[in-house]
């Protein structure tokens, strides 16, 4: 493991422009995450997890102040090298699902290796990582709305794993899941970090936040405890 | 290699089928309007052509001196067109049919009507190369004859009427002829010979009473292909007039052209009236398009946020357009044929050019055209879908 982190926000600031004025959702936000860590993102409503989230997946730039991925400055990458990196280092996991509806199971998995190979999987490995999280392979030709909440999530997990990224960004991942299945979910989580995956956890519930080692309270866009 | 973004375009038009079947039906309409539009138009032109060319591909040759006209009897020597020119014009007329005609007026006598009327010498053989013979036989004996439709009908004719040339004169026996044909009726032509209120004897009979052996007042050379129309013009002036104006040579080719150019602009005016059916299919592919892409906006989300990029959305989408467009497209192919072949045969009453090139032609071309509509009317969604934020769309509902 090097010290250089694989994640840093230096002073990065991120204003929404809203008709009601200017709202500061993240306010000078420094803050290192090194490979392999296991990090929870906690707070209120409003105090920027989501905006601190969409700034790790590459989804949005900073207003202002530095926002290094793997060593790149994420506001110097054109449109295409953003989507290439979000499609190759980042994998995400959101709290409702968010499956790619006309697909199958299977496809859901397989397509992420289409964005990035130009060609359908041929290796088996979309299969191999359904199977890894514990997914029925009777059911990988189901469409998502035909599963239940925690087969859904499995398959989102193994999307998220399936181009071997380094980061693995979980938004409230056990959100919309009952307590068992929800911590089924975490147990997964828990065994790719000890894979050597970068996992960031966006959550309400101190008991799944129990499993990152390290919590960043954020207040008004402030990091308060990290 | 099977396209992932193809495939979701299909599973998108098979989810919203009906609507995507209906937004096709316009297509549809489009392309069999322009289609049987287009082919309705180009059938018109050509059988048009076909009928004025029956006309107009004949030359017609004239002496260059005005000649003067005898009566039966009194034959005058005149200027008309000798023997050698005639050979002259039959050796640079190539394969085409050189018809030397003989022609005067003269009075007649049926029963005891008099009338007055042109009357033609041919040779019995070039008759049937121009003229069609509605009722009777064509020209067997030496004082057969055969009549226009109108004479026939004025003077109460029918097949074995015999009819007396020239004016009455008690003093002289006038020759008869016998009716043995009624032609069909010409109406106004460009070649010369208005046979409807003519009597047609054959040449030697006509030589026999008026003289004028080998000299004929009109020469028509009738061409197997209208495009040869100028070079044989040349050929023959080049041969003849070679050294005086000795033959005048005209047609009525100028008269196809305009009539042609005519019916091209029918046939884009009629063209652009079945585009309007296109510009309403375009609105209502944009609309679906739209409607596709408003109910997709979490999925473009899902698909942009996980590293799908913006031109593989863009394509997604216009697959999508591309596949109503090749529904639309297709059926409409089926229609054109089906309906362009009811419009043309109940419109023009002839179907035989419908199968040709230049008709047919307009079925892939509307096909394509409805295609292209198609496509650029996904340009927009499809440009809107690939810029979308994904943040934003992910949150929608």
Known sequence: MSDVPLIRLADVTKVYHLESGDFVALDHVSLDIMENEFVAIMGPSGSGKSTIMNQLGILDVPTSGELLINGKNVAGMTNLERTHMRRDIIGYIFQKFYLIPLLSAYENVEYPLILKYKKRDTTGKAAAVLKSVGFDSQMSSHRPNQLSGGQQQRVAIARALVNDPKILLCDEPTGNLDRKTGFQIMDILTGLHKEGKTVILVTHDPKIAEYAHRTIQLEDGRVVES | ??????????????????????????????????????????????????????????????????????????PTTSQGIDKSTLNDI??????????????????????????????????????????????????????????????????????GSRIKIGQDNVSITRPTVRVAGILAARGFTSDGVNTDNAIIVPDTWYTDHYGDKDLYGQVNVILKNIDTINQTEAAINDKVNRKTDVIRISDASSRLSSISSTLGTITTFILAIGSISLVVAAVSIFNVMMMSVNERVQEIGILLSIGTEKGEVRRMFLYEAFILGIIGAGVGGICSLVIGYSVVSAMIGNTAYFFLPESIIYVPYGMIIGVIVCIVSGLYPAWRASNMDPIEALRAE
């Open chain 2, 1 to 74: 290699m099977k396209d992932i973004f193809f495939d979701l375009s299909v599973r998108s038009v098979r989810l919203n089928f009906l609507r995507s079947i209906l937004a096709s039906i316009g297509i549809v309409i489009g392309v069999v309007a322009i289609s049987s539009m287009g082919m309705l138009g180009t059938n018109m032109q050509l059988s048009v052509k076909q009928q004025l060319s029956s006309n107009v591909n004949t030359i017609m040759i004239s002496s260059d001196v005005v000649r003067t006209t005898s009566t039966a009897g009194t």
């Open chain 2, 90 to 159: 039959r050796n640079s007329a190539g394969q085409n049919d050189v018809i030397p005609i003989h022609r005067t007026n003269t009075q007649f006598t049926i029963g005891s009507t008099d009338g007055r009327g042109s009357i033609i010498g041919l040779d019995p053989n070039d008759i049937t190369k121009f003229l069609t013979i509605d009722q009777g036989t064509n020209i067997k004996g030496g004082s057969d004859a055969l009549v226009g439709p109108n004479i026939a009908s004025n003077f109460n004719m029918n097949i």
